[in-house]
């Protein structure tokens, strides 16, 4: 049944004739009667009679159309529930991060005033997954390489935060510490710490490979961030690692590659529908400003 339909026969009951409701309604006398006749199909009992010249309601008319009013009082109801929802400055926003992320900007977030309450956790995922995480999370924090395929724009909202230069780290000891700027011929014969297979870091050390014209000596997989500088610092190898999102360790250098641009995209992914929420706008907002701040600059070269 069409909630309109039942709206004319409850109007036929308050106003007792087809003109009236017509006026009432903005439309002709014979849409009424003709919306009617669809509605009578669906039942299968008589809904109006005529008395004289007069369409009335039967007493089963008379009950789908209190019906009616229960039903259109639900869904106000239930819209207005709907419109407090999207309004409630103060309903808790769920924010997924990547590890590096989530050690950079989750403290922030969570000590600046006036946000609604958070539900923060680290989803540290191939880049392909980041997309499937919309579905747990308002607002996810993904990173991507610049060359990669764009985020599913057809399902997905994309907020730019910011594009992050990736640095290769070495130990402070290490004999090409006190160069200022590297080459990939430089770091090609070193071994190297690299992320798991499918995360973005990975396309770097791929390209450093292709431009050396030889493959790298891959001795570690890790993905942590922290891991990965504690075993740089070790003699462990050489790694990448970003430049604002991860934590200064002063028995690691991070230097440039000259013949290399090396940098991700960190992006927050959302649902379209998800940003008519209130809560969801001001996280994002903030998260805007956090990732605004001054950053940390790159090593002199």
């Given at each position: 049944m069409d909630l309109h339909h039942l709206?004319?026969?409850?109007?036929?009951?308050?106003?007792?004739?087809?003109?009236?409701?017509?006026?009432?309604?903005?439309?002709?006398?014979s849409a009424v009667s003709q919306q009617l006749k669809t509605l009578q199909s669906t039942s299968r009992v008589p809904l109006t009679e005529?008395?004289?010249?007069r369409l009335a309601l039967t007493e089963a008319g008379r009950a789908l159309a209190t019906a009616a009013i229960e039903v259109s009082t639900a869904l106000d109801r239930a819209g207005r529930a709907v419109d407090a929802y999207l309004?409630?400055?103060?309903?808790?926003?769920?924010?997924?991060?990547?590890?590096?992320?989530?050690?950079?900007?989750?403290?922030?977030?969570?000590a600046r005033p006036g946000l609604p309450p958070l539900r923060c956790a680290d989803e540290d995922v191939a880049q392909a997954d980041f997309p499937a995480l919309v579905a747990?999370?308002?607002?996810?924090?993904?990173?991507?390489?610049?060359?990669?395929?764009?985020?599913?724009?057809?399902?997905?909202?994309?907020?730019?935060?910011?594009?992050?230069?990736?640095?290769?780290?070495?130990?402070?000891?290490?004999?090409?510490?006190?160069?200022?700027?590297?080459?990939?011929?430089?770091?090609?014969?070193?071994?190297?710490?690299?992320?798991?297979?499918?995360f973005p870091v990975e396309g770097i050390?791929?390209?450093i490979a292709a431009a050396a014209g030889r493959p790298l000596d891959i001795v570690h997989r890790v993905n942590e961030f922290t891991v990965v500088a504690a075993i740089?610092?070790?003699?462990?190898?050489?790694?990448?690692?970003?430049?604002?999102?991860?934590?200064?360790?002063?028995?690691?250098?991070?230097?440039?590659?000259?013949?290399?641009?090396?940098a991700r995209h960190i992006d927050v992914l959302t649902r379209p529908e998800t940003l008519h929420?209130?809560?969801v706008r001001s996280v994002l907002t903030a998260l805007h400003d956090i990732a605004a701040a001054p950053q940390p600059l790159p090593p002199a070269p």
């Open positions: 709206r004319l026969l409850r109007e036929l009951g308050d106003r007792g004739s087809l003109a009236a409701v017509a006026r009432a309604m903005h439309i002709t006398p005529r008395r004289g010249r309004d409630d400055p103060a309903a808790p926003v769920t924010v997924s991060a990547f590890h590096s992320a989530g050690l950079t900007w989750f403290g922030p977030l969570l747990d999370y308002d607002l996810v924090l993904a990173h991507r390489l610049p060359h990669s395929p764009p985020w599913p724009a057809d399902r997905l909202t994309t907020v730019p935060l910011l594009q992050e230069p990736l640095y290769v780290a070495l130990p402070a000891a290490h004999r090409l510490a006190s160069r200022p700027v590297l080459t990939t011929a430089d770091v090609a014969a070193e071994p190297w710490i690299c992320v798991h297979e499918g050390l791929t390209a740089v610092a070790a003699g462990g190898g050489l790694a990448l690692l970003p430049g604002y999102t991860s934590r200064p360790d002063p028995a690691v250098v991070l230097r440039p590659l000259a013949d290399l641009p090396a929420r209130a809560a």
